[in-house]
């Protein structure tokens, strides 16, 4: 079946535009995730979705990082007033069930963020 | 909050045995302890989770002592194609109760011909 997917793969910004990012999930899956991962760092957690509902928007940088999520599926993180320090690839993972470690997460291939 | 300490990177050759510890104090009571991998420009994958003592799959074995302070991923005979990142998740309930899942900062495995 089909994985997460998400678009657009590269985005190249100017510096204080704004920005989506999209993601869909595997059918079926509740939980959405979104992650952020700087050149040759570890993941960042950005936030969580259960449904449509975010039970953990702890991992947003700013409140320049917003995100929603739509008929339990589509998911768009959308960074306002982009910085250079928000290049990254920013990577959306889906689980069946709820997030805790037992629950495999499937990742898309991610978005590589410039901001110039 | 728990946190998790892993090892930043190892070197390994092909045909060896390769043992990854992560610790990890003060992980939630009940969950799993889980452990994926990465590859350069992909999104992780899921290898192997387990509770408690030894979980073994096709691809590794991991081993989680009686206290679950820690766990150790092992890969047996490891081959070029297991050069790649591997990171642990736990998760722990904060002080203000809301869960958390944690991810390790990843180890960076190198195998050597």
């Known amino acids: 079946g089909a994985g997460v997917s998400q678009s657009p793969s590269n985005k190249v910004t100017e510096k204080g535009k704004d920005v989506e990012l999209r993601c869909d999930p595997i059918s079926g899956h509740t939980a959405l995730y979104w992650y952020r991962q700087s050149l040759g760092q570890g993941l960042e957690f950005l936030i969580y979705f259960q449904g449509n509902s975010a039970p953990d928007k702890s991992g947003l940088p700013s409140d320049r990082f917003s995100a929603e999520r739509t008929g339990g599926s589509v998911s768009t993180l959308t960074i306002q007033r982009t910085q250079q320090e928000d290049s990254a690839v920013y990577l959306c993972?889906?689980?069946?069930?709820?997030?805790?470690?037992?629950?495999?997460?499937?990742f898309g291939p991610g978005t590589r963020l410039t901001v110039t | 909050l728990a946190k998790t300490t892993q090892p930043i990177s190892m070197d390994s050759y092909e045909g060896q045995e390769v043992n990854i510890t992560c610790s990890h104090n003060?992980?939630?009571?009940?969950?799993?302890i889980t452990w994926y991998q990465q590859f350069p420009s992909q999104g992780p994958r899921f290898i192997i989770q387990?509770?408690?003592?030894?979980v073994t799959n096709e691809v590794a074995s991991l081993f989680i002592p009686a206290d679950r302070k820690s766990s150790t991923l092992s890969l047996p005979r490891v081959s070029l194609s297991d050069t790649a990142v591997y990171y642990c998740?736990?998760?722990?309930?904060?002080?203000?109760?809301?869960?958390?899942?944690?991810w390790g900062a990843g180890t960076k495995l190198i195998i050597k011909p």
């Open positions: 387990g509770y408690k003592t030894k």
């Open positions: 993972a889906s689980s069946l069930e709820s997030g805790t470690p037992e629950a495999e997460q499937y």
């Open positions: 998740l736990v998760g722990d309930r904060g002080m203000d109760s809301n869960y958390q899942l944690i």
């Open positions: 003060n992980i939630a009571t009940n969950d799993y």
